[in-house]
């Protein structure tokens, strides 16, 4: 049993060369093959997963996690109802080549509306040191928007002695913007219309309670 005392260069590639002579001076040379030391978990990283999802699908990408002295050796990637949780899915050997990850079919309740989930990311090194991200809250929307009232306007009624003022009040954008007054839309229904080749429509805004409108 040898005790030998090392002097390391951290993040530098280290090899260790053993040299034992005998009594009757004949040596033996060992060498080790090539040891980086680093004593740094892997850099910050970034997870980014959708807002809100509507069914169990949730994709997923990542950056950052890099790590200069030892690179990276693998990640885990959990959902959970809590920052930080694991409760709902955890996987502990994405391979460290990847940059993104979709899971179907996680966890074992049906979602809920306006449930929230929440995806951890831990980035290992290859000395077993780690980095964690997490996702900003994902909500769970299942409804699609509630429809507004969409209705033809006589494009006749753009047309006025004040040609600005009557254009603007009765601008497609205009007329229905009024979520309150759904009466005042829907006596602007047009009949008819002049033009073969132009429909011009007016709608009260559609809601979206649980996300947004996106188009
Ligand atoms: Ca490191
Ligand atoms: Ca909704």
Redesign the pocket.
């Known amino acids: 049993m040898y005790n030998v005392y090392l002097l390391l260069f951290v993040g530098s590639s280290n090899i260790l060369n053993i040299f034992v002579t005998n009594t009757a001076t004949l040596r033996t040379e060992q060498y080790s093959s090539s040891v980086v030391v680093d004593i740094t978990p892997p850099g910050d990283g970034q997870v980014f997963c959708p807002e809100y999802i509507s069914e169990k699908k949730l994709e997923c990408s990542w950056a950052g996690f890099v790590d200069i002295e030892s690179g990276i050796e693998r990640y885990t990637f959990a959902i959970g109802t809590q920052l930080g949780g694991n409760d709902v899915f955890f996987k502990d050997d994405v391979p460290a080549y990847g940059d993104a990850l979709i899971v179907e079919e996680f966890g074992i309740e049906p979602l809920k ?1 306006e449930q929230t989930f929440f995806v951890t990311m831990q980035a290992f090194n290859k000395v077993g040191l780690s980095t964690t991200a997490f996702s900003d809250e994902i909500l769970v ?6 429809p507004g009232h969409v209705i033809e306007v006589s494009d006749v009624a753009r047309i006025g002695s004040n040609e600005h003022q009557d254009s603007l009040a009765g601008s497609p954008e205009n007329i229905c913007a009024d979520e309150e007054n759904g009466a005042d839309c829907q006596a602007q229904d047009a009949i008819c219309q002049t033009s073969l080749t132009t429909v011009v429509v007016a709608w009260q805004p559609f809601t ?4 947004y409108i996106t188009r």
């Open positions: 509306p929307d299942k409804s699609p928007p509630i979206e309670l649980e996300s």
